[in-house]
């Protein structure tokens, strides 16, 4: 194993938009700043495989690149100690790293919700998200037919790269009902930016099948998918088909920030107007602090970037602009919210633990997370609790435990590498 | 430089395009199970993001990659369980 | 309109729990209060381990009487128990701790007790993965591990079937002669009460000198054939005895699943519920210097428990001083899991009146007193 020690001013943990924009902001104002991402690329899920195709997305990486901040690429960090101002990742190949910093700006961004159903651990079953990463990162999905199922705008942006990329999409089914999702539409227009986008998307898409009040009831197939089951009205049928992309929403990626201390809510981790938690000199910007779409990402981290960097009438400029992406992510938010039926998808035989192979009606007799985990051994798995967790919060009600190091699974070596030692 | 590399993937060989991940290139063979659950179930990939720890792999003798997160690359020996 | 229980049960742990069946079973109406869940004190965190010690003629009395309680339990255990029989390995770094490897030989196995002494390369051969040049050690076939959370529901679910209740989410804010008085001001009736909530022992009745002893634990990812024993060092006895409040020692088991446990370390007086990454890493470094090849394992989990530490390391079992209807059950330290077979026997026979299989003198409360008079 070997291991290398470094220092910077500006650490930012996540290169998606949030953190782009932060280490853009930050480099421009002279700082010297580190991107550290557990992704073999810049990009985040948004922007995946750096190969920028929307206007937005051009610019930025243009940005980015001319700001050319220092990159840590494929790094998962580990552990954390924020009294010294460090951070521990490990790297492929039997390496580590122990980074030292001045500022922390944690863009550590979102996963997705997945609610359990049977069938949902056949391969062939994927996250919306899930499905354009795989995409992004190479699958040929040309005539492969696709089922879109869960919450959200993010199913159409999925479904619009998949007719891209010549898959046969054929249903997106939107849990949410069709007077929410006009509502939306409508709503939108108070963004000409925004309807633009939702009108051209809205016409790529004008072949595909799209659904609202609906959602798949299990999927069927011998070792991995042939079909779905469709639920909309009482009504079900049955779709054959080669992948199911679902995902419900976003879950915020507080774990790096609960093992600093950092405040949270159910929301994401707590931000001040200059996006500062409660832990001196750690920033968290974008979706870690609150789902709400990439502009919020964007701007969030351009303003944490300039306050890190003692900038904050820099930062103060942009309060406005964050002001209007807060209420778009609002009104996203409570337009795409789950609704109370989903919680019968899950059956009792339903595998609610992936890792440990945990089914839904072990939990009939326990009394929370705790309680669960400890009898049924939910969320001891390697996922430490980031998939079941969200679904059973859903589903009970209960929240999953504070999050504690490792942060993600690490050698027992990694974990000591950086400790002095008298020999 | 070429764009498509040689990978072999359970001892066969495989040509992938330049900056494919692992789980892609997996995907695209034709192999649906990257490993097994407790219970015996086939595992791949859910989450595509590296958290979900669905797209387990040995690659050169490492057990428990993550293959969404890893690129291909050339001569690489990828084993599914 | 409910009957007062005959026995109120502090402390949902698997002490609380081996009571309240052993109690149930004799026939008294029991029931069991927690200010949480189910195993969630020291229960929760412990690494499960059903062994024989020597450090003193009591505590070979009770670990050995509570083996065997457990040999009779076992096969009636459901399979969420995961008892192995994977027996502990003591291992000897140098001469001086070989020698004590063949001391306890000698103690044990005329008492009874399996045991073999293991030359450097018999212990090569039990575990491949302990570093080289170590010079052997001491194997108990005998000793055992298992999943104690799943094995204190089983035990209060079989007390339940007998009339017994459980009762969590419920905090008690002190135990005395007239029952548990709750932090919500009302008072919970009881014929005799039994302190079973170990580390925390001492804010609920007087004369209770317990303190928290906490200790850290990580599993790792399944490395199948890792490690096939509770692998312990022999200098873990001179740690956890020593006056110092601070100790690691080198300990692993392996788990039915094929995972890794990571043990030990020991902080006297300490409340936090965090990781203590300075400690933790002491103890990761001490493990990996006796297994090198756990530093290529991955770590997916720590946790941190507080065991009940009394001042001669043995239980408190038996009357409260100070008491007419309260008694005690706690000061397990890190044995409990263990001993709590035994315990039940020990306070039901006391409680009771009837003759107990082993002497009781040793972990009577008021011993304390007697030893300063």
Redesign the interface.
């Known amino acids: 194993m070997s291991h290398r020690r470094m220092q910077t001013s500006i650490l930012i943990a996540g290169a998606g938009p949030a953190g782009m924009a932060a280490a853009c902001a930050a480099s421009e104002s002279g700082a010297r700043v580190t991107l550290i991402d557990l992704s073999p690329t810049a990009g985040g899920q948004i922007w995946r495989g750096a190969k920028p195709s929307g206007k937005l997305s051009k610019q930025w990486f243009e940005r980015f690149a001319k700001a050319a901040p220092e990159r840590i690429q494929s790094a998962r960090i580990v552990s954390a100690e924020p009294e010294a101002r460090k951070l521990l990742a490990e790297l492929p190949g039997n390496e580590s790293i122990a980074i030292t910093y001045e500022k922390l700006i944690l863009a550590t961004g979102a996963r997705e919700l997945f609610l359990p159903f049977p069938g949902w651990t056949l391969p062939g079953v994927v996250g919306a998200g899930g499905l354009q990463a795989l995409v992004k990162s190479g699958l040929d999905v040309r005539g492969k037919r696709v089922v879109l199922a869960g919450s959200g705008p993010l199913l159409l942006a999925v479904a619009d790269l998949l007719r891209e990329r010549e898959a046969n999409v054929l249903l997106i089914a939107e849990q949410a009902s069709s007077a929410t999702v006009n509502r939306f539409g409508l709503k939108l227009a108070s963004s000409p930016g925004k309807l633009a986008q939702a009108i051209g998307l809205r016409a790529r898409l004008a072949s595909i099948s799209y659904l609202t009040g609906c959602w798949v009831a299990s999927a069927q197939g011998d070792g991995c998918l042939r079909r779905v089951q469709v639920q909309q009205d009482g009504r079900r049928w049955t779709v054959d088909c080669d992948y199911l992309g679902t995902g419900y929403g976003l879950v915020p990626n507080t774990e790096l920030a609960e093992v600093l201390g950092c405040s949270r809510t159910c929301l994401g981790v707590t931000v001040d107007d200059l996006q500062r938690t409660s832990v001196e000199g750690v920033y968290c910007a974008g979706e870690a602090a609150g789902i709400g779409g990439v502009d919020k990402s964007l701007v969030e981290g351009v303003i944490a970037g300039y306050s890190a960097t003692d900038n904050p009438g820099a930062a103060q400029a942009l309060f406005v602009e964050r002001a209007r992406t807060h209420k778009f992510a609002k009104l996203l938010n409570t337009t795409f919210a789950l609704r109370a039926e989903l919680r019968s998808i899950t059956t009792p035989e339903t595998i609610v633990c992936r890792c440990e192979d945990v089914r839904l009606s072990e939990f009939d007799a326990r009394e929370g997370w705790r309680d669960a985990k400890l009898q049924s051994r939910c969320g001891m798995g390697r996922c430490q609790g980031r998939v079941c967790g969200p679904a059973v919060e859903f589903l009970k009600g209960w929240k999953s435990s504070p999050a504690k190091p490792p942060i993600f699974p690490a050698r027992v070596g990694t974990l000591v590498a950086d400790d002095e030692v008298e020999s | 430089m070429p764009n498509e590399i040689e990978i072999t993937i359970n001892g066969g060989q495989v040509r992938v395009e330049r900056g494919t991940t692992v789980a892609a290139a997996i995907l695209q063979a034709g192999i649906t199970s990257f490993f097994h659950s407790p219970s015996g179930e086939p595992r791949a990939p859910l989450c595509g993001m590296g958290v979900c720890y669905g797209c387990m792999v040995t690659i050169n003798g490492e057990t428990g990659v993550l293959a969404c997160q890893t690129v291909c690359a050339k001569g690489m020996k990828v084993v599914t369980e | 309109m409910s009957q007062v229980p005959d026995v109120i049960i502090a402390g949902a742990g698997i002490v609380g729990a081996a009571c309240a069946l052993e109690l149930a079973q004799g026939g008294a109406k029991v029931a069991v209060y927690d200010k ?5 004190g020291a229960s ?1 965190a412990g690494m499960g381990h059903l062994c024989v010690m020597d450090d003193s003629e009591a505590q070979f009395q009770m670990t050995r009487y509570s083996l065997d309680l457990w040999s009779r339990i076992s096969p009636t255990l459901p399979p ?1 128990a995961a008892h192995i029989h994977c027996g502990t390995l003591w291992v000897a770094a140098d001469e001086e701790e070989m020698a004590e490897a063949r001391r306890k030989c000698d103690f044990y196995r005329p008492r009874g007790i399996p045991a073999e002494v293991l030359d450097a390369k018999q212990l090569a051969e039990a575990e491949p993965n302990l570093r080289p040049g170590l010079a052997g050690g001491l194997l108990l076939p005998a000793d055992s591990v298992l999943y104690q ?2 094995v204190a ?1 089983w035990m209060l679910d079989e007390a339940c079937k007998l009339g017994a209740t459980v009762h ?2 419920q905090s008690i804010a002190a135990i005395e002669d007239d029952g548990l008085h709750m932090a919500d001001g009302a008072i919970t009736a009881g014929g005799r009460m039994v302190n079973a909530t170990g580390a925390w022992a001492g804010q609920l009745t007087r004369n209770t000198a317990v303190k928290p002893k906490k200790g850290h634990l ?4 399944r490395a199948p054939d890792f490690c096939f024993h509770e692998v312990v060092e022999l200098a873990y006895i001179k740690s956890s005895n020593s006056g110092a409040t601070e100790a690691v020692a080198f300990n692993v088991a392996p788990r039915p ?1 094929g995972q890794v446990l ?1 043990g030990s370390c020991r902080q006297l007086g300490v409340w936090d519920p965090e ?1 203590d ?1 300075n400690i ?2 002491k103890m ?2 001490r ?2 210097e006796y297994m090198p090849g ?10 941190t428990g507080f065991r009940a530490a009394t001042r001669d390391s043995l239980p408190l079992i038996g009357p409260c001083p100070g008491y007419e209807n309260v008694w005690l059950a706690t000061g397990h330290e890190g044995l409990g899991i263990g001993i709590c077979t035994g315990t039940a026997k020990v306070l039901a026979a006391q409680m009771l009146g009837t003759p107990c299989e082993i002497p009781v003198d040793g972990y009577l409360p008021s011993r304390e007193a007697a030893r300063n008079a």
């Open positions: 949480g869940v189910v195993s969630g929760a969420s959370p799943a529901r969590t989410n990580m599993v790792t990812e699943t990571i990781i990454r933790l890493n990761l470094r493990a990996i756990l530093a290529q394992l991955r770590g997916i989990r720590t946790w």
